[in-house]
């Protein structure tokens, strides 16, 4: 028999993947396109129908039955509901897979991005030895998951695990989700490159490559970009990096502290960018993990990298999820 394949999509706050998914967690004809995330609902909606329309031939001639999806931010998986998403404006209590089921007349799931993320992880990456993960994802924003024994941990009404929301200045700069410091706010894409296109306005780093490779815009500066620079040597960039790696050790003993996890994963599109730095992190948990066997909590890449999430997205289907039944 065929493989049983499943239409996955993760929504981010940039971008929107779309892949299929069959039941070994492999990802064949992977697509994406640009999410508008600052436009209105129906702007918002479009960029996902362009993204999947993209991949919808195979997916009819491999005759996929059911699509998931995933998203950042608050998501009531039952109905199907994103209730709001930090860096997805355009929606709030959007029945986003409502929607998706009708206009391809396929059974839809959604789910939060982390979690779906993680939920591949641990059934069929980096995490599928431990029983208990601790999983960051590290894009646009930052969002996490608890893995215990193959399930995700969905907290009292299912809003656990905004691990990105977690302060570790109150007197940091305002985040969108209305809180002060929060890791999301130094340790992110959005921070790593908000913070380059400042000190790239002081006239002293008017010189780095990372003014450079943008065209000389500070307004196309991306984290991307800043990485470019830093493996190229570029001072200014390295320095970027290095804060967002101190500032995420700050949170990850935190982490280690509270929860004591078997291994911590790091994926998303800035992860693997960050995990450059693990040695750094490292040292540096030393100061902010008072935890004395926080030096054996493994630290890994995540085997999707930056597709966890669309590998997870089709797990709804895929693998039995844990539902919490009031």
């Not at 894409?189 to 790239?200: E, K, T």
């Not at 054996?296 to 597709?307: E, F, K």
């Amino acid at each position: 028999m065929a493989p049983k394949l499943v239409l996955g999509v993760d929504i981010g706050g940039t971008k929107v993947a779309v892949g299929l998914v069959n039941s070994g967690g492999r990802i064949h004809h992977a697509g994406r396109a640009a999410m508008i995330a600052r436009g209105s609902a129906e702007q918002g909606f479009r960029a996902v129908l362009q993204a999947m329309d993209g991949v919808m031939p195979q997916a009819r001639a491999a005759r996929v039955r059911a699509i998931g999806v995933c998203a950042p931010g608050w998501v009531e998986s039952d109905r199907g509901i994103l209730l709001s998403a930090t860096n997805l404006p355009c929606w709030e209590n959007f029945p986003l897979a409502r929607k998706l089921e009708k206009h391809y007349s396929l059974p839809t799931r959604l789910t939060n991005d982390a979690s779906a993320a993680a939920l591949a992880e641990a059934k069929w990456g980096a995490g599928a030895k431990y029983e208990s993960i601790f999983y960051v994802s590290l894009g646009t924003g930052i969002g996490t998951a608890i893995v215990r024994e193959g399930e995700i941990y969905h907290g009292r009404a299912g809003g656990s695990c905004e691990g990105g929301h977690m302060s570790i200045n109150f007197s940091g700069p305002l985040c969108g989700c209305g809180k002060r410091g929060c890791v999301e706010m130094y340790a992110s894409g959005s921070a790593i490159s908000r913070r380059a296109r400042s000190l790239l306005r002081q006239s002293r780093n008017h010189r780095s490559q990372i003014l450079k490779m943008a065209g000389e815009n500070i307004s196309n500066v991306t984290a991307e970009t800043v990485e470019k620079a830093a493996r190229g040597g570029d001072p200014l960039a390295t320095e970027i990096l290095q804060a967002a790696a101190d500032h995420l050790a700050i949170w990850l003993g935190n982490v280690i502290d509270l929860l004591e996890p078997e291994v911590i994963i790091v994926g998303g599109g800035i992860g693997r960018v960050m995990m450059a730095f693990r040695a750094r992190i490292r040292r540096t948990l030393k100061s902010w993990a008072i935890n004395p066997g926080a030096h054996r909590v493994p630290i890994l890449n995540a085997r999707y990298g930056s597709q966890s999430a669309l590998a997870g997205a089709a797990a709804q289907w895929l693998v039995p999820m844990h539902r919490r039944n009031d």
